[in-house]
């Protein structure tokens, strides 16, 4: 046997959006290499829920339902898409670049002996080969990677590939997994849930972000107080970051996360080469400048030359009007 | 306590970034050579936990050419307070991460550390796999993107990792592999005392085993350019126009 796996994660009884991403795409590289596709649904009662992604197209599921899958960390999973990969003898298997999925793709491929050509941003099909493309040097440039062994393994990075809708019957397999004695060493023994931010960073559709034009760390009331009526999560620049008015998490560029939101609001950043790799792939860019040589206008789409101090309330309350009419 | 650090050498973030000859690498000439910031913040780490208890020694495992600019990277984490530093020679670093975390395995098995640490990704390729794969190949359990420092103590250890939308509190058995984030700990200046006396300090070179490829790089390209540069105009009386096209024009709220 041969095909596609799609990994899929869930959390709080429903599969995150990125991992649904990263299934709708491996339906669409199954259909061009004509490859059957297969979702991968593991976890504590989430039998059930793999039935629900016929409405993804997905015509089948691989369920592994393990009660020990419950507190577990990343070690079960990977050894578990390890052993269905093997056994299936899959052609490729497809992660979303999620935080967990990043982890737990890496452990999968060690397994596999191969590795992860991950955040992938466009996959084409070229001779019948995987052809993927990935930013490097947090997107400062492109590189186009292909794979040497099999099973390939792609992470999706999120926000990139569309969900598409569909019907299908979902014919569900039961899958028992060997775990090793070693599987479940290390275990979740407690969650944080982020306080402030509700919206993840890495999959935000809207991004406000704020650098040193907000002066000190409490004006970031400014950036909070647009982003909420926007359901836009906060970023930051790293000067801000490294002066400690936020946390790592919030940084966006080469050494924080690289972000493509539909829409990012640079509020107060210059654009220091290092920012701008980290948020240059976003599909819609507003730079809120006072100094209008700040090179964060050259890559924005829009830009208000102003102080943010008098520009950030007006679109905040542009914002809540906007959010009242919806 | 033994603590290896896994170390990779990288271009420095204000580099801009030229394709070479090749055509799917990128041009070293005038490149100025750092170690991986999240690396170093390990590195980093790993000195704070050696001047907290007694007899823990720090030993730096690098994979790169033997050249000067490789050994300048060892040097300045030798400056940090590393005692001692692993050179593996290998022609480049463009290597895909299993090729990387199979010499690196195969270094680290024979120094038995009890906590192997790592940047959570180098910043030249953004892969964010080799610490998973050479722990997985060293049989090591893994927290992955550790933010705060560990809680170690004798056969387990906690882990404060971040996860989308939160940290996740983790238990793991002893020894064990961390690959850390940023906000861990901050890199301190390197007093000109430490600097001197890590030019005396040993680097040993050895050859690399390397696997074959899993991935290749057919090419690399840099990214279109942006065409940006539009100003909607001044001040807080722009901010409705503003509105009006991200509505009508971008179509994005």
Redesign the interface.
């Known amino acids: 046997m041969s095909g596609i796996l799609a990994i899929t994660e869930v959390k709080d009884g429903k599969f995150r959006r990125a991992s649904l991403e990263a299934v709708g795409e491996a339906l669409r590289i199954g259909q061009a290499l004509s490859l059957e596709v297969s979702a991968v649904v593991m976890g504590t009662g989430v039998s059930e829920l793999a039935g629900s992604l016929g409405e993804y197209g997905v015509s089948k599921a691989i369920v592994v339902e393990d009660d020990r899958l419950e507190n577990a960390y990343t070690q079960p999973y990977a050894e578990a898409i390890a052993e269905i990969a093997k056994s299936k003898e899959a052609d490729y298997v497809f992660f979303s670049a999620s935080a967990r999925g990043k982890a737990i793709s890496a452990l999968a491929s060690a397994y596999l002996k191969t590795a992860v050509v991950s955040d992938c941003v466009q996959i084409q099909v070229e001779d019948g080969e995987l052809s993927c493309q990935r930013p490097v040097y947090a997107g400062k440039a492109l590189s186009v990677v292909k794979i040497q062994k099999k099973p390939g393994l792609l992470s999706l990075r999120p926000n990139v590939f569309s969900v598409e809708k569909n019907s299908a019957e979902v014919a569900v397999e039961n899958f028992s997994v060997n775990f090793s004695e070693t599987a479940f060493r290390v275990k979740v023994v407690g969650v944080e849930k982020a306080k402030e931010q509700s919206v993840e960073l890495s999959e935000a559709s809207i991004i406000v972000s704020g650098g040193r034009g907000l002066k000190e760390a409490a004006n970031f009331s400014l950036i909070e107080g647009l982003a909420d009526p926007l359901g836009a999560a906060v970023g930051a620049s790293r000067a801000v970051v490294d002066d400690g008015w936020r946390p790592h998490k919030d940084q966006v560029g080469q050494t924080g996360k690289t972000v493509s939101p539909n829409l990012y609001i640079a509020c107060g950043i210059s654009g220091a080469i290092q920012h701008l790799a980290g948020m240059r792939t976003s599909k819609v860019i507003v730079a809120i400048n006072k100094d209008e040589e700040a090179p964060i206008f050259k890559v924005a789409d829009y830009g208000i030359v102003g102080d943010v101090f008098e520009v950030l309330p007006k679109m905040t309350e542009e914002a809540k009007k906007l959010a009242a009419d919806s | 306590m033994k603590i290896v650090v896994c170390v990779k050498r990288v271009?420095d973030?204000?580099?801009?970034?030229k394709?070479g000859a090749e055509g799917?690498v990128?041009d070293t000439k005038d490149v100025e050579f750092i170690p991986s910031?999240?690396d170093e913040l390990a590195v980093e780490y790993a000195v704070r936990i050696q001047e907290n208890q007694s007899d823990v020694e720090v030993v730096i495992v690098t994979l790169g050419p033997a050249e000067a600019s490789t050994e300048k990277v060892l040097r300045r984490c030798l400056a940090i307070g590393a005692n001692r530093a692993i050179l593996i020679e290998s022609a480049g670093t463009d290597h895909?991460?299993?090729?990387i975390?199979s010499a690196l395995a195969n270094t680290i098995k024979e120094e038995s550390p009890d906590l192997l640490l790592f940047g959570i990704q180098a910043?030249?390729?953004?892969?964010?796999?080799v610490?998973?794969?050479t722990s997985?190949?060293l049989?090591m359990?893994?927290?992955?993107?550790v933010?705060e420092p560990l809680e170690l103590g004798g056969s387990t250890v906690?882990g404060r990792c971040?996860?989308?939308?939160?940290?996740?509190?983790?238990?793991?058995?002893f020894p064990?592999a961390a690959s850390i984030?940023?906000?861990i700990t901050d890199i301190r200046m390197c007093p000109l005392i430490k600097i001197r006396r890590a030019s005396k300090k040993e680097i040993k070179n050895v050859s690399a085993q390397l696997e074959?490829?899993?991935?290749?790089?057919?090419?690399?390209?840099?990214?279109a350019e942006?065409v940006?540069?539009?100003?909607?105009?001044?001040?807080?009386d722009?901010?409705?126009e503003?509105?009006r096209?991200?509505?009508e024009e971008?179509k994005?709220?």
Do not use: H, M
Not at chain 2, 141 to 145: A, E, M, T, V
Not at chain 2, 163 to 170: A, H, M, R, S
């Open positions: 271009p973030t204000a580099t801009k970034i394709v799917n990128i910031p999240y895909d991460p299993y090729v975390a910043i030249d390729d953004d892969y964010g796999q610490s998973s794969i997985a190949l049989d359990p893994l927290l992955w993107g933010s906690k971040e996860v989308d939308g939160g940290v996740e509190i983790l238990e793991s058995s064990c984030k940023g906000s074959d490829s899993a991935l290749s790089v057919e090419k690399l390209e840099l990214p942006r940006g540069g539009r100003i909607v105009g001044q001040g807080a722009a901010v409705p503003l509105f096209l991200l509505r971008a994005v709220l």
